[in-house]
């Protein structure tokens, strides 16, 4: 006789390795498919795949082959990087793909759950791909690269798209398309974090231990140059900073001013007390990022990574509506954090923003 371990439904849960944000925002999800009485099986490359076997060590996981995109310094040139990588991506996408079918018959897999990784679907069984990008930015090929993402899309038995239906929302055109026939269902936003932890009221009232924080992410060469150009900036900063570098490493570096605290990294548990404990956050625009702070009430300071045209697009939207301001990295200054007076941060922006999971998982049934 079986126990009740091996009678749970294995589901594949993959996000793309391209910064930590796909990763990020598949917690809650592996949390609830446990908490539903599915077992996770984790498959990813890189940072993403270390930091959910960080978060999950007991749950089974594989590496998946990498799509090993590469950044550029000049933001202005990843377009044109990305259409030079375009094979060697194809070809990855066609390798995870015959990899995703082995692991389907080897773990008897009822269900996949793809975070933008275009290879991670079965027709075998139900494939559900998550994205808040209907529409994919890229200047004046977006009509182009638009319609690759869907068509992409329309080989998935769902779409799951991690934002509010409506005007109200926090992604914009990204998220939004009428026009398309794919089968898209919004879940609302989705984070790590949990505004319902013991003493959250008391921790925004009370006076901030920081009053800014640094939350780095991204790909590389582009992460480590913002640090570069913060660090530089906060050299002489006469109040408390929190900076949270954002990689995996045991390499410490050290700077001269005393109030700022340096951390390579933090898991979730103490990251979400330390956004809570300050009253700024500086980070990417990046959309994962965005949902994290969203649900925590926050006020922030965007910089969106150079060539990224959905975080630039991301930035200038929250501007639009008074709740975050941005600016270039290129142009960025101390003094700018002053803007956050005038906005409103994401104070109050939604009463309730809980995903109904149980329905969702119909799929899988």
Known sequence: MKNNFETKKRIIIAPLNWGLGHATRCIPIINTLINHGFEPVICSDGDALLLLQKEFSKL?????????????????????RLLLDSVKIINAIKKEQLFIEKIVQKENIKGIISDNRFGVRSNKIPSVYITHQINVLSGS??????????????KFDECWVPDYKGENNLAGELSHNNKT?????????????????????????????YDVMVLLSGPEPQRGLLEEKLLNKLKSHPKKVIFIRGI???????ISNKNIKIVNFM???????????????????????????????????????????????????????????????????????????????????????????????????
Do not use: C, W
Request: no cysteine; hydrophobic share 35%.
């Open 60 to 80: 089974k996981s594989y590496k998946l082959p990498s799509y090993d995109i590469q950044y550029t310094k000049n933001g202005n040139l990843l377009k044109y």
């Open 141 to 154: 090929t977006s009509f182009i690269t638009s319609k690759v993402h869907q068509s992409i899309i329309a």
């Open 181 to 209: 026939d794919i089968r898209i269902k919004y879940i609302n936003p989705i984070s790590r974090f949990n505004r319902e932890i013991p003493a959250y009221t008391e921790m925004i009232n009370n006076v901030k231990e």
């Open 248 to 254: 995996f490493s045991d390499e410490e570096i050290s």
């Open 267 to 365: 898991m979730k548990k103490d990251l979400q007390k330390a956004i809570l404990e300050s009253k700024i956050i500086i980070a990417r625009s990046g959309y994962s990022t965005i949902m994290d702070l969203e649900s925590l009430n926050t006020k922030a300071f965007f910089i969106p990574t150079p060539g990224q045209y959905e975080q630039e697009y991301l930035a200038q939207y929250l501007e639009k509506q008074k709740i975050a301001p941005f600016a270039s990295q290129k142009n960025f200054k101390i003094n700018m954090l002053n803007k956050t007076e005038n906005y409103t941060g994401f104070f109050n922006k939604k009463i309730s923003n809980e995903v109904d999971f149980s329905t969702l998982f119909d799929v899988f049934k």
